[in-house]
């Protein structure tokens, strides 16, 4: 009777022994990979600390000492104090636009209401995805050419806006089409209007979702090259991307200021992706179950 009794006992701990060999593995395999992802970022770090010579000797080794003047010269000869102030301008009212004005009220009214045309609309929008950014260069830089405002911020934060819309209506659209009706219904009956439904219900509701389209949105903007190098020719309006050509020309790269200002202009995104980190799955997911 104890050997039989004995039998479902130790298959429960081979069963249970099982289960963390397999978690381990997959813990180890999740940890190599976590490290091979942040590896470049760890590198670029390590690097800023090095003299050229050293990045050329030994680009691997960490530094002999650490210089913290590379940040310090690098700061000053790119002028990247006014390129910061560029990039947060640009981003944030970007941003706000894509939140606020277009992607939230559009997505809204895409995904709470019917109307004529409403197919048509969101399969124009969604199109936008399939466009190639960089093929509309030369036109934008004719139509903005004609309309005055190359060197200005509003040639870089209308295409921001403009080419981040599909893919933030089509995320909070998918978001706000879980929603009950019997929310809406509800506010109704309390003498709640459209607006009044949007900004107290759908907006805080929406922030998860928001939240996703936001840091989305941040990168892009933040590390856009190609717009700001194409539209903005005065010095005084350059963003970040552009400060950190300055360090090389067409016969030699200052890799260790090129590193350090680098480090300086991944900070505020690696500082932003760590307080928001939780928010990108849960706004990614949260409106692919209905109910």
């Known amino acids: 009777m104890a050997q039989t009794e004995a039998l479902p006992i130790d298959n429960t701990k081979k069963i249970k022994a099982g289960k963390n060999i397999k978690r381990g593995i997959l813990n180890i395999f999740l940890g190599v990979y976590a490290l ?23 680009p691997f080794a960490l530094p002999e000492s650490l210089k ?7 700061w000053e000869v790119s002028g990247m104090g006014k390129a910061m102030i560029n990039s947060f301008i640009v981003t944030i009212v ?16 895409i995904s709470r209401f019917q109307f004529k045309f409403r197919n ?5 929008l969604l199109f936008g995805l399939l466009i190639p950014v960089h093929s509309t260069l ?33 995320l909070l659209a998918a978001f706000m089409g879980s929603f009950s009706k019997e929310m809406e219904e509800a506010a109704f009956i309390d003498g709640c209007g459209y607006w009044g439904i949007f900004w107290k219900i759908m907006f805080p509701l929406s922030l998860p979702a928001l939240s996703t389209v936001g840091i989305i949105g ?35 790269t200052d890799y260790s200021l ?8 991944v900070i505020p995104v690696v500082v932003l ?3 928001m980190q939780d928010r990108i799955m849960q706004g990614m997911v949260a409106g692919a179950v209905k109910g």
């Open 120 to 124: 048509a609309i969101y399969a124009l």
């Open 36 to 58: 091979l992802t942040l590896y470049p970022l760890i590198w670029l770090f390590i690097s800023a600390f090095k003299s050229n010579n050293e990045i050329y000797a030994a």
């Open 94 to 109: 970007s941003l706000a636009l894509l939140l606020v004005l277009g992607g939230a009220l559009v997505a809204y009214a």
């Open 138 to 170: 030369v036109p934008l830089f004719t139509m903005m050419n004609e309309v005055k405002i190359l060197d200005t911020y509003l040639a870089l934060i209308l295409p921001y806006f403009s080419f981040e819309l599909p893919i933030a209506v089509f």
């Open 258 to 265: 090129t590193l350090a200002a680098m480090a300086i202009s």
């Open 218 to 252: 941040f990168l892009r903007f933040w590390n856009e090259f190609a717009f700001a190098l194409v539209f903005i020719n005065d010095s005084a309006l350059r963003t970040i991307p552009l400060t950190l050509s300055v360090f090389s020309t067409g016969y030699s």
């Open 68 to 74: 913290w003047d590379n940040f310090v010269r690098a």
């Open 273 to 275: 992706f760590l307080i």
